[in-house]
């Protein structure tokens, strides 16, 4: 039988899995609010989702957003040296794995981008929250 309380606490696994459980959370609760109706539909049809309203999903997520950003941040933090070994060839000090960081740089760069000018694919989120908003509750 393993003794739990002997095991000493971990840093490091609180917060990956504050990270993960948060995002987890904060994908749900987008979810729930990208399918859910317009806030003055909601309202007037007391639109409910789990027992939540959609209010109550906005407040969650944005709730959950900004307890991720401190989890993401801790977690960041105590893996610093791991990053920054992933980053950086140890023995050379050159930059490391510049095609994974160029990938990640290049397609984030991208979302944004498309989010900002609301082009496809970014559209087609806004246009299907849109659809539920408006088209499929009324």
């Known amino acids: 039988m393993t003794q739990l309380a002997s095991q000493p606490f971990s840093n490091r696994a609180a917060a990956v899995f504050l990270a993960g459980f948060t995002f987890l959370g904060l994908a749900v609760s987008g979810l729930a609010i990208v399918f859910a109706p317009s806030g003055r539909i909601a309202t007037e049809i007391g ?4 027992f939540l309203s959609r209010a109550q999903w906005e407040s969650l997520h944005l709730t959950l957003g900004v307890f991720f950003l401190f989890a993401a941040g801790w977690h960041v933090w105590l ?3 791991v990053i920054t070994n992933l980053l950086w060839q140890a023995s050379t000090r050159t ?3 510049r095609r994974e960081v ?3 740089l290049v397609t984030v760069s991208l979302l944004i981008a498309l989010a900002v000018l609301d082009l496809p694919p970014a559209s087609w989120l806004s246009d299907l929250s849109d659809l539920f908003k408006r088209g499929f509750w009324r």
Not at 47 to 50: C, E, I, S
């Open 47 to 50: 639109w409910r989702l789990l």
């Open 102 to 104: 160029g990938l990640a």
């Open 79 to 81: 893996h610093w040296p």
């Open 95 to 97: 930059l490391s794995h």
